[in-house]
Structures are given as C-alpha cells and as structure tokens.
C-alpha cells in the first residue's frame, strides 16, 4: 500500500468513526432528556417547576436535533472540499488566474474560508430565527443578523488576512523553520486581539456603559478588594438586544481588563447572587486557570504548526486529502490541514472537556471561599431555567462534550462545602 493510500485509509476511518459517534452521542441525548422529561429531578423539585423542566426538555432535544444536521452537513461539506477534489478544483481555477503566487495563495484560502462560512449561514438563520425564536429567546431582527455578519466578516478580514499573509510569505520564504516563525506571530496575533476586543471590537456589537446600580457595584467592588483583583472597569452589555440568555464575562488583560455584565443577568439575579457569579469568574483568574488555558492553547498551536511544517513537504499528504496541483502548493496544504485536523483531534474531546469540568469545580469552591455558596445556588438555578439548560443530560454525552459539570454535580458539591 502506497503511502497516499495508507493516509487516505486513516483519514476515511477516522473521519467515519467522528461522524457516527457524533450521531451515537446526539441519539443518546435525545433519548435520555426525552427519558426524563416528565419528573423534575428531586433534588430540584421544590426550585424548578415541571413545566420549566418540560421546556428546557424540548429546548435541548431541538438544538441536540440541530446539531444533528449540523454534523451532517459539515461532514459533507468536508468531504466535498477534500476527497470530492472541491479544493483541487479551487487551486486549479486560481491556476489560470494572473496573479503573483503569494496572492493566489491569499485567495484560495480566503475562497475556502468563505465557501465554509457561507455553508453555514442557513442553519445559523435557522437556529436563531427558528429554535431560539419558538423558545422565545430570540430578540435579533433580520436586519441585525445580516449586519453582524457582515460585521463579522469585515473585523475578520482586516485581522485575519494580514496575519494569513504573513503566514504564507513565511511558509514560501523563512525556510524549513517557517512553522516557529509562524507560531510566534499567531502568539502575538492573539495577544492584539485580546487588547483590542474589550474597547474596539466588542463595542462594535454591542453597547457597554458603566455599572449604575450602586447596591450591586458596591457589593462588587468589595468582593474585587477582598480578592485582591484590579480591574478597570464594571460594565453592562446590551445582551438582550441579541438573545434573553445572560451571561457574565471577564475580558482583556492588563490596563485594558474589564468586568462585563448582560442586563439580562442584572435584571434577574439579586445583588448577592451576581456577587457569587462574579466571585466564580474571578476564581477562574485566581487559581490562573486563564492562564494555564492560553499556555495550553499556546503549546497546542505550536505542535500542529511543526506538524504542518512536516507535512508540507510530503506529497502523500497532498494526494491523500483529494490531491492539487503543485500551485499553490502552500495555501492547498494550509487548507487542507485546517480541514482535516478536527478529524483527528476529535476523539481527545473529552480530554479537553474533563479539565474544563475540573476547573469549573475549582472556581465554585473559590466562590464558596469568597461570597455565598448559597446565592451561587440559587443564582446557578435561575440561569439553568433562564436558559432551559437540561438537568438531565446523558451522562456519556455530558462526559463527552460538555465543558462545565452537570448541575446536579454542581449544586450537590456546593451544598456539601463549608459555608
Ligand atoms: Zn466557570
């Protein structure tokens, strides 16, 4: 067996092995939540009402569905570009195109990125304008869907194709070790964007004013002082112009690192539940599990890099993926890499998602420390019902994918500690 044959067998079966075990893991969500949708959980029984249970059934049974053709679509989508030869044939059409190599590689990957991002606008219309509406947690227009994408698209582009440039001059010209090059610029790439989102990029979606409930920014900047934490600035965000799920947020870093809070979590939690809420955010910074996720993230990046410096250089990674012509060399192997890797990260999933889960425990026990277990109770119940967030999910697909612990975990863990 060739070497092209041998790569091709590996990606096909890994690729088979994705799609089906993520069909297997939505089937089994659907049973279990369906299994359980009629007997709130007793634990839950005196704070949750079975017709808030009922809907937050239907709402993650819907999206789980969603998710479905999502993972169908994509697989498709994938296949088309890769061994259906869709970006040979892109390569193969900029071939004929008159332009210098470095922007015919520019081009082929902004080409794909596009095609990408356009198979997913139907869905995205969908899931907004059709699931979260029939839930009544939509709040966009049409108008402010369409002027986020194009908003999206624009921030992207100014940001995203200098870097690809860069990238791509150093993948023809820096030698055989473009990939660290490549790796220090995507590092600082993503140290701009961390101190630009808060004041530049944020605000072009959203409108941030300074916290004016003195009850609750009291209570916050007590809480800050009691922690030792810094930041510059409490501010409210228009969540609720998008969407009535709320949220909270610590952004930016340095002089530039801000508290942000949805009115949608203001107008529904008390002053001493936001308090508790804020107090488990800032645990995530305390016990630096920001930090030691950018580290993550950081090292992650630079092995796929150097993974991709090797691969550039071997043609059965090219024919292997649905093969392209020798123009342009750099973008089709970028392309292709970027395409294929989830398929082969996809089964550490759940080792990404049981760190996650095991901070998120970390940060309620600092909350605990720091503010009311008690209000982190009751605060975390009000937004699994805001957010008809199921309490009985399927425990493997919970161990799977999910990033934070199943709430009856949580809750029973907070209610055990000291308060
Ligand atoms: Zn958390």
Redesign the pocket.
């Known amino acids: 067996m060739s070497a092209t044959t041998l790569f091709t067998a590996i990606f096909v079966v890994l690729f088979i092995i994705s799609v089906a075990l993520q069909l297997w893991l939505a089937y089994r969500q659907v049973r279990f939540v369906r299994t359980h949708r009629q007997a709130v959980p007793a634990h839950f029984a005196a704070r949750i009402t079975p017709d808030a249970h009922r809907k937050a059934a239907d709402y993650t049974i819907a999206r789980t569905r969603l998710s479905t053709v999502d993972t169908l679509l994509d697989a498709a989508l994938l296949f088309v570009l890769t061994l259906g030869g869709g970006v040979a044939w892109i390569a193969a059409w900029l071939g004929t195109v008159s332009l210098a190599p470095l922007w015919r590689d520019v081009a082929l990957v902004v080409g794909v990125a596009v095609v990408c991002a356009a198979a997913t606008l139907p869905l995205s219309w969908y899931r907004t304008f059709v699931v979260e509406q029939r839930f009544g947690f939509n709040r966009m227009t049409f108008g402010l869907w369409l002027a986020d994408i194009a908003k999206g698209a624009l921030v992207g582009a100014v940001l995203g194709i200098p870097l690809l440039t860069l990238v791509l001059w150093l993948m023809a010209r820096a030698g055989t070790l473009w990939w660290l090059y490549a790796w220090i610029a995507w590092v600082a790439f993503q140290v701009l964007v961390l101190a630009l989102y808060p004041t530049l990029i944020a605000p072009l979606f959203n409108k941030f004013e300074p916290l004016a409930d003195a009850a609750v920014k009291e209570r916050i900047e007590r809480l800050l002082a009691r922690c030792g934490y810094a930041a510059k600035g409490l501010f409210v965000m228009d969540g609720s112009k998008r969407s009535a799920h709320g949220n909270a947020y610590f952004t930016g870093f340095g002089a530039a690192r801000r508290i942000v809070l949805f009115d949608t979590l203001i107008g529904r939690l008390a002053p001493e539940e936001i308090e508790a809420v804020l107090a488990?955010?800032l645990?995530?910074f305390k016990l630096r599990h920001v930090i030691k996720r950018a580290i993550w993230l950081a090292l992650g990046s630079l092995a796929v890099l150097a993974v991709l410096g090797w691969l550039v250089g071997e043609p059965w990674f090219y024919a292997g993926l649905g093969g392209a012509g020798p123009v342009p060399r750099y973008a089709v192997a970028l392309v292709l890499f970027m395409l294929a890797l989830p398929v082969f990260t996809f089964l550490a999933t759940p080792i990404a998602a049981i760190y996650s889960r095991q901070?998120?425990f970390e940060?309620?026990a600092y909350a605990v420390r720091h503010a009311s277990g008690q209000a982190l109770v009751a605060a975390l119940v009000k937004l699994y019902e805001d957010n008809a967030s199921t309490l009985t999910p399927d425990p493997i697909y919970s161990a799977f994918y999910d990033s934070?612990p199943p709430a009856a975990a949580r809750i029973a863990r907070l209610e055990a500690a000291p308060a």
């Open positions: 488990h955010e645990g995530h901070h998120e940060a309620d934070h």
